[in-house]
């Protein structure tokens, strides 16, 4: 939200920092409409766009590992005979 404008940090936190906000900008904002649309809509295309990145890398390791020849029986561990 702090990226796309919604919200603005206290201070001015480095990039990747912990980031504290003044509790009554907050209680302002939770009561406008048309901000929280905006803040719920921002949430929803986030949580879209992880899911297919995560799906697409499952789609991807799954098939470079069948390609590889990789697949396995669910036990990474070697059969020993001895």
């Known amino acids: ?29 939770k009561n406008d409409l048309k901000w929280m649309t905006k803040a719920t809509e921002l949430i929803r295309l986030k949580v879209k766009d992880k899911n297919e990145r995560a799906a697409r890398n499952r789609a991807l390791k799954n098939s470079v590992s069948a390609t590889n020849g990789n697949a396995t ?10």
């Open 73 to 82: 029986n669910g036990n990474n561990s070697y059969d020993r005979h001895s």
């Open 1 to 29: 939200m702090v990226s796309a404008g919604l919200l603005k940090p206290l201070g001015n936190p480095p990039p990747g920092s912990m980031k504290f906000f003044f509790t009554a900008d907050i209680e302002q904002k």
